[in-house]
């Protein structure tokens, strides 16, 4: 047990079908799985159900399909299965028709469901498709913590039918974060990008709480900056929250960049401090700079905790404050735990993944656990005792 909640080693797998659900919303490049991560860290719950078990049924979603009751090629698991084959060195049977009822014919030790959010009624968590997952199996394994936020029913709904428990990556996923969140070495840094402030307000004030400092980069900081009367040019920004933000930006705990990288109105790139940003600027990116006057902070710290880019990662031109931070932070002492699919990517493309304390698979799941403390799935876990 974790927390209340059963794990793999409190039920019995010997001989079942069990039915494990994986986040699997990987990177795609060239119609190829181009950053396997998300799939490596879930190699060893999947090793040892495959120990035990007579059969798996992989569950996962990939990106936002706009429509249900239909396959969007775009967004199909077929590629997600044929590169996991590849890592087990095994046969999977890829299921790419949405009729569950005669899934079981073709069944092998291996099976991948096609993305389920292809499936009508898994976003809604609709009771009827629950229990069609439920029986597919004798047990249900929840293994993907990025998603362990939403109630859905491959998520949630079908742990009510079935024997379930949490897999190894959310059990070590948990036991991180409630190291980090109930007994953190101090002092901690926390350190929170984005695009939105709307959606991080109420993880600022919960982090607030519990961090020395907390670095804001990305619209956030623009945002924050805006509401205490600085120019943003023409920055991502949330007019509808300078007052929230102006509020925030009381507290000092918060850090905020004072240098940027700006695309100016003829397309050049320049640096500028927070003084020296013009209406016709959009700011993309927290300056190399900016990150040099945290050295003393990040030097001190026994503790960091860091969610969401610092900029416009997506650009190569806009990634290096995001890449030198992660450098700063892998060559520190502090125990560091980071979240967030672009923040992962930092650290990976730099080679730097193994140089931090713990790196969490999740992005909204992750803020919404230090948030609350909780998650959907993960309660409903709690009702199996």
């Given at each position: 047990m974790i927390n209340g909640i059963p794990t793999l080693d409190d039920l019995d797998l010997q001989g079942k079908r069990v039915l494990v659900r994986f986040d699997y919303?990987?990177?795609?490049?060239?119609?190829?799985?181009?950053?396997?991560?998300?799939?490596?860290?879930t190699l060893p719950t999947l090793t040892y159900i495959l120990s035990k078990a007579s059969s798996v049924i992989i569950l996962s979603h990939l990106g936002r399909p706009e429509?249900?009751?239909?396959?969007?090629?775009?967004?199909?698991?077929?590629?997600?299965?044929?590169?996991?084959?590849?890592?087990?060195?095994?046969?999977?049977?890829?299921?790419?028709?949405?009729?569950?009822?005669?899934?079981?014919?073709?069944?092998?030790?291996?099976?991948?469901?096609?993305?389920?959010?292809?499936f009508e009624g898994e976003t809604d968590n609709n009771e009827l498709f629950s229990k069609k997952?439920?029986?597919?199996?004798?047990?249900?394994?929840?293994?993907?913590?990025?998603?362990?936020?939403?109630?859905?029913?491959?998520?949630?709904?079908?742990?009510?039918?079935?024997?379930?428990?949490?897999?190894?990556?959310?059990?070590?996923?948990?036991?991180?974060?409630?190291?980090i969140l109930n007994n953190p070495s101090k002092p901690m840094l926390g350190i929170i990008g984005?695009?939105?402030?709307?959606?991080?307000?109420?993880?600022?004030?919960?982090?607030?709480?519990?961090?020395?400092?907390?670095?804001?980069?990305?619209?956030?900081?623009?945002?924050l900056h805006k509401s205490k009367g600085y120019e943003i040019g023409q920055s991502?920004?949330?007019?509808?929250?300078l007052e929230e933000a102006k509020d925030l930006s009381k507290n000092n705990k918060i850090i905020l960049p004072d240098t940027f990288v700006v695309e100016q109105k003829d397309k050049s790139i320049v640096?500028?401090?927070?003084?020296?940003?013009?209406?016709?600027?959009?700011?993309?990116?927290?300056?190399?700079?900016?990150?040099?006057?945290?050295?003393?902070?990040?030097?001190?710290?026994?503790?960091?905790?860091?969610?969401g880019p610092l900029g416009f990662f997506e650009r190569e031109e806009?990634?290096?404050?995001?890449?030198?931070?992660?450098?700063?932070?892998?060559?520190?002492?502090?125990?560091?735990?980071?979240?967030g699919g672009e923040t992962l990517t930092a650290f990976n493309q730099s080679n730097l993944l193994d140089k931090v304390g713990y790196a969490s698979t999740a992005g909204g799941a992750f803020l919404?656990?230090?948030?609350?403390?909780?998650?959907?799935s993960l309660d409903a876990l709690k009702e199996k005792i």
């Amino acid at each position: 047990m974790i927390n209340g909640i059963p794990t793999l080693d409190d039920l019995d797998l010997q001989g079942k079908r069990v039915l494990v659900r994986f986040d699997y919303n990987v990177k795609y490049s060239n119609g190829k799985v181009s950053d396997d991560e998300r799939i490596l860290r879930t190699l060893p719950t999947l090793t040892y159900i495959l120990s035990k078990a007579s059969s798996v049924i992989i569950l996962s979603h990939l990106g936002r399909p706009e429509k249900a009751g239909e396959i969007d090629k775009d967004f199909s698991l077929k590629k997600v299965a044929e590169h996991l084959s590849t890592l087990l060195s095994e046969e999977i049977y890829f299921h790419d028709d949405l009729n569950l009822d005669h899934f079981s014919d073709n069944q092998k030790k291996i099976s991948m469901l096609e993305n389920v959010r292809f499936f009508e009624g898994e976003t809604d968590n609709n009771e009827l498709f629950s229990k069609k997952l439920a029986q597919l199996a004798d047990v249900f394994v929840m293994d993907a913590f990025g998603s362990a936020h939403r109630s859905h029913c491959s998520t949630e709904g079908v742990s009510h039918f079935i024997d379930s428990c949490v897999g190894r990556l959310v059990e070590e996923e948990l036991n991180s974060l409630e190291g980090i969140l109930n007994n953190p070495s101090k002092p901690m840094l926390g350190i929170i990008g984005g695009s939105k402030i709307s959606t991080k307000i109420n993880i600022l004030e919960s982090l607030l709480e519990k961090v020395d400092w907390l670095f804001v980069g990305g619209g956030i900081a623009n945002t924050l900056h805006k509401s205490k009367g600085y120019e943003i040019g023409q920055s991502i920004v949330e007019n509808d929250f300078l007052e929230e933000a102006k509020d925030l930006s009381k507290n000092n705990k918060i850090i905020l960049p004072d240098t940027f990288v700006v695309e100016q109105k003829d397309k050049s790139i320049v640096e500028k401090t927070s003084e020296g940003i013009l209406p016709d600027d959009i700011i993309y990116d927290v300056s190399i700079n900016s990150i040099k006057s945290l050295n003393n902070i990040i030097s001190s710290c026994k503790t960091i905790l860091w969610n969401g880019p610092l900029g416009f990662f997506e650009r190569e031109e806009f990634s290096r404050g995001t890449l030198h931070l992660a450098k700063v932070i892998s060559e520190s002492d502090a125990y560091s735990v980071i979240g967030g699919g672009e923040t992962l990517t930092a650290f990976n493309q730099s080679n730097l993944l193994d140089k931090v304390g713990y790196a969490s698979t999740a992005g909204g799941a992750f803020l919404e656990y230090i948030e609350k403390g909780s998650l959907p799935s993960l309660d409903a876990l709690k009702e199996k005792i």
